[in-house]
C-alpha cells in the first residue's frame, strides 16, 4: 500500500485530488494530509473522506522543518504531492512576503525533509520514492501574440510576486533534481476551476456575486485570456505524471480552452440564467448589467496558453472535460453547497474582500 503525503489538501486542487485519488485507488493507498489551514484551507472540503481508516490529517506549516521532519520519520512516505502554497496573485501584489516563505521556504522544508528520509547513505534514493511539485503556468509569463503557446521549454519570465515565487520554488525542484539526483517532477498548468474554489478567483466569485445580484468585477478591459481546465482532468492529470512520467522532467497541463475574462463573465451569467428555475428568486437577480468595468490588476498578464503536448504524446493525458460542462457541473456544484459558500464569505475572507474591492 503506498502512503502519499499530500501538502495543501484542505485548499482547492489538493481537495480535489483527494476525492479523486480515493475515487480511484479506494483503500489501496493511504492519504497523511499536511495543510496549516490558512484562510484558504477548509476541512469543509474533506468532509466525505474524513472517516475513512486510510487518512489522516495533520495540522502543520510547511516551512516548520521539525513538524514536517516528525511526519516523515514517523510514516514510510511513499509519495509527496506538493500543493501548499500561497496562490492568490492579488493577495501577493498586496502582501509578497507570505509568498516569498510558504511557496520558497516551504518548498525549501518539503525537499529537504523528503531528501533525508529517502537518501541512502551512498546518495542514492530509495526505489520507487517520489515527489511531485505542483506548480503553474505563470512562471513563463504572458503571451502577447495568439498562435504562441508555452513550452515546457518556454524561458522562465514571471511577473508578480506569486508567479516570481512559485518560479523559485520551480527552481529549487530542478536544482535538488540536478545537483543529488532527487526523485520529482514537476508540473505547470493552466487555470483550475470547479467545486470547492474559494470565492476569491474569477469563476467562483462571479458565480457568488451573480447570484446575489452584487457588482462582477472585470479588471481592465476584460480582454486578458486564460486557459481554463476542469479541477479533475488536473488531479487525474497529476496522478498520470507521477506513475507513468518520466523522473526528472516537467510536464505541461493544460485545458485547450483559452477564453478572454469577459467570455468567461458572460457564459457564466447565461448558465446561471439558464440553470435558475423560473420561480427561483435570485433568477430576477442574475443579469449582464452587473458587469462593472474596475481598476486593473497591476502588472495584468495578457495571455496565457499551454501546449499540452509533451504529456499527451508521453503519457496519453488530455483534457476531458468541455468547458460547458464544466461549468454546468461547477454552478450545480454551488446550487448544492450554498452553506459551504455562507460559511468561507464571512469572516476573514469578507474582511479581505472588503479591502480589496473597496465596499
Ligand atoms: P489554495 O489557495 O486553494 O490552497 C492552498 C492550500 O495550502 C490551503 O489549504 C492552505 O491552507 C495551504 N497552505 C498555505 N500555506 C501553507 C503553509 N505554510 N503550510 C501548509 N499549508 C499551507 O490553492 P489552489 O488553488 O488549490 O492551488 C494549489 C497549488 O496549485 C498551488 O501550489 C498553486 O500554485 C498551484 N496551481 C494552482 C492553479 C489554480 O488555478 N488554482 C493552477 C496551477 C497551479
Ligand atoms: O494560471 C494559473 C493560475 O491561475 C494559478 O497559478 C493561480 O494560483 C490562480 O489563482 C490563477 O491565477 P489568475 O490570476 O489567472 O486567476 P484569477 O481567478 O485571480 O483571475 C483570472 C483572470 O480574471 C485574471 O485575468 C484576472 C481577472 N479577474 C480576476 C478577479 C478575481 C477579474 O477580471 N476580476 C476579478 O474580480
Not at 485519488?21 to 469543509?44: C, H, P, Q, S, W
Not at 474559494?198 to 467562483?204: D, G, N, S
Not at 488531479?235 to 505524471?241: E, L, S
Request: glycine share 6%; proline share 4%.
Amino acid at each position: 500500500m503506498r502512503t502519499y503525503l499530500v501538502t495543501g489538501g484542505a485548499g482547492f486542487i489538493g481537495s480535489n485530488y483527494i476525492h479523486y485519488m480515493f475515487k480511484k485507488y479506494d483503500n489501496e493507498i493511504r492519504i497523511i494530509n499536511v495543510d496549516a489551514l490558512t484562510y484558504a484551507g477548509n476541512l469543509e472540503n474533506l468532509r466525505d473522506v474524513e472517516k475513512r481508516d486510510n487518512y489522516t490529517f495533520i495540522r502543520a506549516d510547511i516551512c516548520d522543518k521539525e513538524a514536517i521532519g516528525k511526519i516523515f520519520a514517523e510514516n514510510d512516505i511513499d509519495r509527496v504531492v506538493h500543493f501548499a502554497a500561497e496562490s492568490h496573485v492579488d493577495r501577493s501584489i498586496r502582501e509578497p512576503e507570505v509568498f516569498v516563505k510558504t511557496n520558497v521556504l516551504g518548498t525549501a522544508v518539503m525537499l529537504n525533509c523528503a531528501k533525508a528520509a529517502w537518501e541512502k547513505p551512498n546518495g542514492s534514493f530509495q526505489e520507487g520514492k517520489k515527489f511531485l511539485h505542483v506548480s503553474t503556468d505563470e512562471v513563463y509569463g504572458s503571451l502577447e501574440n495568439e498562435g504562441e503557446y508555452f513550452y515546457e521549454t518556454t524561458p522562465y519570465a514571471p511577473h508578480s510576486p506569486y508567479s516570481a515565487s512559485k518560479a523559485s520554488s520551480d527552481m529549487l525542484v530542478r536544482a535538488y533534481m540536478d545537483t543529488y539526483k532527487f526523485p520529482a517532477n514537476i508540473t505547470n498548468c493552466s487555470n483550475n476551476y470547479g467545486p470547492f474554489q474559494f470565492p476569491e478567483k474569477l469563476i467562483p466569485l462571479i458565480i457568488n456575486n451573480a447570484l446575489q445580484g452584487k457588482k462582477l468585477p472585470v479588471y481592465g478591459d476584460g480582454k486578458n485570456v486564460r486557459d481554463w481546465l476542469y479541477v479533475e482532468d488536473h488531479a487525474k492529470a497529476i496522478d498520470m505524471v507521477q506513475e507513468q512520467g518520466r523522473l526528472f522532467e516537467t510536464y505541461n497541463i493544460g485545458g485547450h480552452n483559452e477564453k478572454q475574462n469577459i467570455e468567461i463573465i458572460n457564459i457564466i451569467i447565461e448558465t446561471l440564467q439558464e440553470m435558475l428555475a423560473d420561480d427561483d428568486p435570485r433568477k430576477a437577480l442574475v443579469n449582464k448589467d452587473l458587469i462593472t468595468y474596475v481598476e486593473d490588476r497591476k502588472g495584468h498578464d495578457r495571455r496565457y496558453a499551454i501546449a499540452p503536448d509533451k504529456i499527451k504524446a508521453e503519457i496519453g493525458w488530455e483534457p476531458e472535460t468541455m468547458f460547458k460542462e464544466g461549468i454546468r457541473r461547477t454552478i450545480a456544484w454551488f446550487f448544492e453547497h450554498e452553506e459551504w459558500m455562507k460559511n468561507v464569505t464571512s469572516g476573514s475572507y469578507q474582511e479581505y474582500y472588503n479591502k480589496m474591492y473597496n465596499v
